[in-house]
């Protein structure tokens, strides 16, 4: 029943953000060719300001985010109707709340993005920072656990995988978290809002 309602919002949900990789390619190099090429200096001496700038490329993630969303629940709605065998209202809409969950886990992972291009300027150090980062956190993780296990859950990356759950395990009938946790929403709003303002941070005291 991979492609049944309401498997399929879960299933398809937790595989698409693993594509989250790709968009966030795009904004490194978005952001780091603004200090390559100075256009980011251009922009500052036309008249625009660091905050008014740090906010198109936030809604620039914010749109990224929505129409990655948009596409994977069209997908999964499409692929719903046609495999599943059982087409009630209340079968369709029944997990829908991992919908704004992934939009969530997409603009945090884009605003990680964006805050590392901020930081480090330089796209090809700053992907393999991004395409590290689930290692780098794995292993302080595995220090963690021996000292401090309560302070796991709030790891920005553990946030987002325990915000949409790997959900393959119940085909091997183990237990797995089939709704949103409330804990881990707030993480990663705490989060996200924090990778933001260090974006700005780093703009505001910049020599552009």
């Not at 693993?18 to 922009?43: C, D, G, H, P, W």
């Not at 809409?93 to 901020?118: K, Q, R």
């Not at 974006?199 to 020599?207: A, F, G, H, P, T």
Request: aromatic share 16%; hydrophobic share 50%.
């Amino acid at each position: 029943p991979l492609y049944h309602f309401p498997d399929i919002w879960l299933n398809l949900l937790w595989f698409s953000g693993l594509l989250k990789i790709m968009l966030a390619i795009m904004v490194v190099i978005s952001i780091t060719n603004e200090f390559t090429y100075r256009t980011l200096r251009q922009n500052i001496i036309d008249g625009l300001s660091r905050w008014e700038f740090l906010q198109s490329k936030i809604l620039t993630n914010a749109l990224l985010s929505f129409m990655s969303t948009l596409m994977v629940t069209s997908i999964i709605l499409i692929t719903g109707m046609i495999y599943s065998p059982d087409l009630s209202f209340n079968k369709i809409i029944t997990d829908i709340e991992f919908v704004p969950a992934y939009f969530l886990e997409v603009f945090f992972f884009l605003s990680y993005a964006l805050m590392l291009g901020c930081l480090i300027q330089r796209s090809g150090l700053t992907i393999i920072l991004l395409m590290t980062t689930q290692m780098i956190e794995g292993i302080i993780k595995a220090n963690a656990d021996d000292y401090v296990p309560w302070l796991i859950p709030y790891f920005p990356m553990q946030s987002i995988w325990e915000l949409v759950s790997f959900p393959y395990h119940r085909y091997a009938f183990q237990e797995i978290e089939d709704f949103v946790s409330p804990l881990s929403v707030v993480t990663v709003l705490a989060w996200t809002f924090l990778f933001n303002y260090f974006s700005y941070l780093k703009l505001k005291r910049s020599d552009i």
